[in-house]
């Protein structure tokens, strides 16, 4: 067999797995939950990391709500920067795989939602609330559209 012919193999099977992983980064690992909702497939793992990341958004829901009312600005900031996108680079590659786009999205617009209400502390707690009033609003539509499924 000659060179020519590994090399096209070699091509095609590349094309293939870049086919194949840019159509599992778009779709995810997802199937009909008995609710309706999409439940993406995890392991136990990938699930406990995404539901604490979540339970991080509401312990930072309540700590920004608490500074606003004491009308300290700086906690604002430094808790809503906390859960903003710099948070996201702690998310396995593998796990984002299986994550469907839309949540994907989602997920990422609720960070910089975050972000923006930490800069809302610049103007102070009545922009910080309506901030914080906006972005839950992805907190709510994400829990309403998707759940989680352990899977193997």
């Known amino acids: ?20 992983v840019g159509f599992k980064f778009i779709s995810g690992t997802t199937v009909t ?3 309706g909702r999409e439940a993406i497939v995890l392991e136990t793992s ?5 539901l604490a ?3 991080g958004f ?3 829901v309540q700590e920004i709500i608490s500074a606003a009312n004491d009308n300290d600005m ?22 984002m795989l ?13 960070h910089d939602g975050f972000d923006e209400v930490g800069l809302a502390a610049e103007i102070g707690p009545e922009a910080v609330l309506e901030s914080l009033e906006a972005n839950l609003g ?3 539509s994400c829990h309403e559209a998707y759940s989680f499924s352990v899977g193997n």
Not at 75 to 92: F, I, W
């Open 1 to 20: 067999m000659s060179t020519k012919f590994f090399a096209i193999i070699a091509i095609v099977l590349w094309v293939a797995t870049a086919a194949f």
């Open 58 to 60: 509401l312990v930072a």
């Open 46 to 50: 990938e699930r406990d990391f995404i």
């Open 74 to 95: 700086s906690a604002v900031k430094e808790t809503a920067h906390r859960v903003g996108r710099a948070e996201v680079e702690s998310v396995p590659p593998e796990t």
């Open 98 to 110: 299986k994550l469907p786009m839309a949540f994907k999205q989602l997920g990422m617009s609720t």
């Open 33 to 35: 939950a008995t609710d």
């Open 53 to 55: 990341e979540m339970r």
């Open 138 to 140: 992805k907190c709510i």
